[in-house]
């Protein structure tokens, strides 16, 4: 990179030893923390509706089997009240992403010129854009249909003489499973803003990223395998999420990453 400064193009950075850019830092990670800390007691003050719309898309299922009886049981007394913060601590974290990222950046912005601002600050914007839009795929889509591929194994035994076999879910290997989808695919939404990131700065290319193209399918695929649950459906949509992230990031790409200089 030129060292040369550029009058039209002003960086507002000056020189900082590196205590203090560790001090800037722990300003930032301490900022995080309290917003961390206001969205938990808020999630926490919320903590019951948020159960209740975490447990929504498995409730609505159950209610339409009332052959089933099923429940979803605390194995425990304290149980309860350690779902209770864990959902507090998944509100606070899933609010506070925003806030995370706004942090980073402000961390990182005093080093970058104004031209590199303009370009960065979408993605700024996109990040939680993108990672709320990914959860809600997650919950409107995958859920109903992953939900229903589980309970269809359960039965409620009668004239066949099989014998009934009615779930009892317990509720915190049940919210384990929610919080993991949804911050799974909302992760996932975030392979554009990271490539194009990457593009922009010139660490990968468009033409790579084609190169690319095959492993990368085939590591989708087994993230998606590893991420989602056991079925079929749930597996390959993640994968095919990753797959048309992959190739939109490689058009967004091919607009932002440097242009090489003609002699």
């Not at 052959?67 to 304290?78: D, V």
């Not at 959860?135 to 939900?147: E, H, R």
């Not at 010139?202 to 790579?208: E, N």
């Not at 989708?220 to 949509?237: E, G, N, T």
């Amino acid at each position: 990179m030129d060292a040369t400064p550029n009058i039209e193009d002003p960086i507002n950075d000056k020189p900082m030893p590196l205590l203090e850019h560790l001090v800037e830092l722990r300003r930032r990670l301490l900022y995080s923390m309290v917003a961390f800390l206001l969205m938990f007691a808020v999630s926490w003050y919320f903590a019951r509706d948020i159960y209740a719309f975490l447990a929504a898309p498995l409730e609505g299922l159950l209610a339409q089997r009332p052959e089933l009886q099923g429940a979803i049981i605390a194995t425990g007394l304290t149980r309860p009240f350690l779902v209770y913060l864990k959902v507090a601590m998944f509100g606070g974290a899933f609010m506070g992403f925003p806030i995370f990222a706004t942090q980073i950046w402000l961390f990182v912005a005093p080093g970058l010129y104004r031209s590199e601002k303009k370009a960065l600050l979408p993605f700024l914007i996109a990040t939680p854009v993108l990672f709320i839009t990914g959860a809600a795929i997650a919950y409107y889509f995958v859920f109903p249909v992953a939900w229903k591929f589980f309970l269809s194994y359960f039965s409620g035994g009668g004239a066949s003489g099989a014998l009934a076999i009615k779930p009892q879910i317990d509720v915190n290997d049940y919210l384990g499973l929610v919080m993991k989808l949804l911050f799974a695919f909302g992760l996932t939404f975030e392979v554009p803003v990271l490539l194009t990131l990457l593009a922009r700065v010139g660490i990968v290319s468009s033409k790579g990223l084609k190169r690319a193209r095959r492993y990368a399918f085939v590591g989708m695929f087994v993230l998606a395998a590893i991420l989602a649950p056991p079925d079929v459906y749930s597996q390959v949509a993640l994968a095919l999420l990753l797959v048309l992230l992959y190739e939109i990031s490689i058009i967004v790409a091919r607009f932002v990453e440097p242009k090489p200089v003609e002699a």
